[in-house]
Each structure stands twice: as structure tokens, then as C-alpha cells.
Nanobody, 117 residues
Framework: QVQLVESGGGLVQAGGSLRLSCAAS????????MGWFRQAPGKERESVAA???????YHADSVKGRFTISRDNAKNTVYLQMNSLKPEDTAVYYC???????????WGQGTQVTVSS
């Protein structure tokens, strides 16, 4: 089993930055695809970014150029660097992991990000 714990959320003013971390335990996730998702109140969960085991990345259009996903396999950790934050980025951010398949099978508990205008 893989356990994921997010950290780094908080309250920040528009234009500010935060770096989210997702620490994995239970087994190494170096061969897993890791993703960041977010869910704002009253909205569906959406994919924000993903990184494959080989380092290929995906960023949603809404965050492209502002957010960057990265991973440190030695630390079994994935990061989401968020710059130029906007109030519409306010959400609970979740880390997820998958190996093979199309569905993310492991999820963290989420960390709140609030961007004030």
C-alpha cells in the first residue's frame, strides 16, 4: 500500500507563491505516475498536473506557465510549485498515485490552498 501525505497549503495573497509537497510511504513511488488534483467548493475535482515515472509532465491549461510539478525519487516526494496564484486557484489540493492502468488508486487527504484577492 502507498500512503500519501500532502503539506504546504495555506493562505496567500493573489500573486504569491506556495510549494505543495506530497510525501509517499509504504513503498517507493519512483515507477508511479503522480498527479495533483484540486477541488473547489461546489465544483468537481479537476486534474492540475501529473508527472510520469520518466519525468514527462502534464499541466492543465488553467495553470500552465504558473504551476510546475516535479519529483524527487530519492525522497519519495512530489512537489507542486505554484506561482502567480489567483483567487480562482483556491481549493483543496490532493496528491494521487497510480501504477499502470488509467485510474489513480492512491490519494492523500488533501491540503487547503486559499488565495485572497
Amino acid at each position: 500500500q502507498v500512503q500519501l501525505v500532502e503539506s504546504g497549503g495555506g493562505l496567500v495573497q493573489a500573486g504569491g507563491s506556495l510549494r505543495l509537497s506530497c510525501a509517499a510511504s509504504g513503498r517507493t513511488v519512483s515507477t508511479y505516475t503522480m498527479g495533483w488534483f484540486r477541488q473547489a467548493p461546489g465544483k468537481e475535482r479537476e486534474s492540475v498536473a501529473a508527472i510520469s515515472w520518466s519525468g514527462n509532465t502534464y499541466h492543465a491549461d488553467s495553470v500552465k506557465g504558473r504551476f510546475t510539478i516535479s519529483r524527487d525519487n530519492a525522497k519519495n516526494t512530489v512537489y507542486l510549485q505554484m506561482n502567480s496564484l489567483k483567487p480562482e486557484d483556491t481549493a483543496v489540493y490532493y496528491c494521487a498515485a497510480k501504477t499502470g492502468g488509467k485510474e489513480y488508486g492512491y490519494w492523500g487527504q488533501g491540503t487547503q490552498v486559499t488565495v485572497s484577492s
